[in-house]
């Protein structure tokens, strides 16, 4: 039974509807759960830490904070969206029925496109820390050694990737079985780790905590700033999954959107006290275990754990470990419910609209699987430094499919923005100015990728290698949306998609 296949028809005329996932099983708690999963706190920070450092020096709390306010402006737009219309495919749907079809596509692509590098990319530090935890605890200090041979990372990452969609395609009992256990874990090593850091013997050259590092008008240029803001708005991606599941969700209507609100704010607290404790036991110089030093930025909690927490270092390998599996299995849910929404509306074939005897879109499950497993191969065999050139085209990719669906939300309810103040700001003026500063974020860090010393330094023939990611990636859309026009044209002419919300829903 459990390998048998049911395909849910789509419903014209009604938005979202059931499309044959499992309604009504995720709560408030458990949407958060997912939430901070999917985020990841401490393979977020373990990976972008160094890179912002980079940027913006000691600044790195104001550009956390800033950070967050286009993704708490956007997440409102989210909410008032979900509330009108609960639709697993989010960015897909509500930006096609807001701009039309080919728009919507284009939305849709660009958040596959940013799981797909998020998904590769946690894999990668999975295996850097798996072969750590090895070192660690068999006190074999050259077992570390081994993700840096390319054949048994990219076998080792490939294998994380295929337990990953195993376990999402066994349901999302399962899945939800083991993320609470390790969501806890992780904040708990977490908060551990900044409680030592501001406890422990720091650098000579460290200075002690000064208000003057959240001050973003101190950051040396605008350039700067906005590659910052890139890499601090991939900290805080993720929390979108809570409306991803808001079919599978109680009160679809309103749940996932106060679960979303919620994820968001908790995770800003959670930074800032790391960013701050970090800041305060490492400094940003360029040697020693400054933040500021090539090698420490690769991998920030790889190489301050052991000064940190001594013999208790283990369990920061733990937490890292913990925090990608659960985001492994977590974030999966967004590009397979994504690719479950395309085709359930007749943009990408209707295989894709199929879920398996355990409410679970299966093959759209398995297509990000090998989209992710085969990013990772080809990432790693172009450039060394995988890690840091992805989690910028992954910011890129992240403020631009956020910019189309705040600027979605304003066009979708546009007839009901004056009715009250309330409709003003939290469905015109918050996802508009969201909106705007994810764009101006996106074009900035697209102009500055254009130069070869760029992110990690890495280029092809003079070109910025983040700049050549990320247009790869958007060619490859058009390329994939200009096929499926020809082959399925019903969608792209507006027959499959159904009519909008009943007018009183946008009120």
């Known amino acids: 039974m459990s390998e048998q296949f049911t395909e849910q028809a789509t419903v014209v005329g009604a938005p979202g509807g059931n499309k044959g996932l499992a309604q009504g099983s995720l709560g408030f708690l458990a949407c958060v759960v997912l ?13 972008a830490l160094g890179p912002t450092v980079r940027e913006v020096g000691t600044q790195l709390p104001a550009v956390f904070l800033v950070g967050f306010l286009p993704m708490l402006l956007v997440a409102l737009g989210y909410r008032e969206l979900n509330a009108a219309d ?48 090895l070192a660690q605890l068999l006190g074999q200090p050259d077992l570390a050694e081994l993700s840096a041979v390319l054949w048994i990372n990219v076998l080792t990452c490939c294998l994380f990737i295929a337990l990953a969609v195993w376990i999402c395609c066994r349901g999302l009992a399962t899945t939800l079985g083991v993320q609470y256990g390790l969501v806890a874990l992780q904040i708990l090593v977490l908060l551990g780790f900044c409680l030592a850091a501001f406890s422990a013997e720091t650098q000579a050259q460290v200075p002690a905590f000064d208000w003057h590092w959240f001050n973003p008008l101190a950051i040396e240029s605008f350039s700067a700033f906005a590659a910052g803001l890139a890499l601090s708005i991939f900290v805080y991606w993720g929390w979108d999954v809570c409306l991803t599941v808001t079919e599978e969700a109680v009160s679809s209507h309103a749940v996932p959107g106060r679960a979303a609100t919620c994820t968001v704010l908790l995770i800003l607290l959670l930074y800032l006290l790391t960013a701050i404790a970090t800041l305060t036991f490492a400094g940003v110089e360029e040697s020693g275990l400054g933040l500021g030093n090539p090698a420490i930025q690769e991998n920030v909690f790889a190489h301050l754990a052991g000064p940190v927490l001594g013999p208790l270092a283990i369990l920061m390998s733990v937490a890292v470990l913990a925090s990608t599996a659960a985001s492994l299995q977590s974030t999966f849910i967004t590009p397979a419910r994504t690719l479950f929404a395309m085709g359930h509306y007749r943009a990408l074939p209707k295989r894709f609209a199929r879920v398996s005897a355990a409410q679970i879109p299966r093959f759209a499950t398995l297509c990000a699987g090998l989209a992710a497993g085969g990013f990772y191969v080809g990432m790693r065999l172009l450039s060394d ?53 994810l764009a101006i974020i996106f074009l900035q860090t697209a102009i500055d990728s254009l130069s070869p010393e760029f992110g990690s330094g890495s280029h092809i023939a003079g070109v910025g290698l983040v700049f050549v990611i990320a247009m790869v990636i958007f060619l490859l859309g058009v390329a994939l949306m200009l096929l499926f026009r020809w082959r399925a044209p019903a969608f792209f002419a507006g027959q499959t998609l159904g009519e909008e919300p009943p007018r009183k829903a946008l009120r």
């Open 35 to 47: 939430g901070i999963s999917t985020i990841a706190p401490v393979y977020t920070l373990t990976g």
């Open 86 to 133: 609960p639709d697993s495919g989010t960015s897909f749907t509500w930006s096609a029925r807001a701009f039309g079809p080919t728009i919507g596509w284009i939305g849709g692509w660009g958040m596959v496109a940013a799981t797909t590098i998020v998904l590769s990319n946690l894999a990668g530090v999975a295996v850097d820390f798996f072969y750590l935890f």
């Open 385 to 437: 430094n995988v890690l840091a050139d992805t989690i910028t085209a992954l910011g890129m990719m992240i403020c631009f499919y956020y910019a189309l669906t705040a600027f979605a939300c304003v066009w979708f309810f546009r007839h009901s923005l004056l009715d009250s103040l309330r409709h003003f700001l939290l469905r015109g003026l918050c996802p508009l100015l969201g909106g705007a500063a």
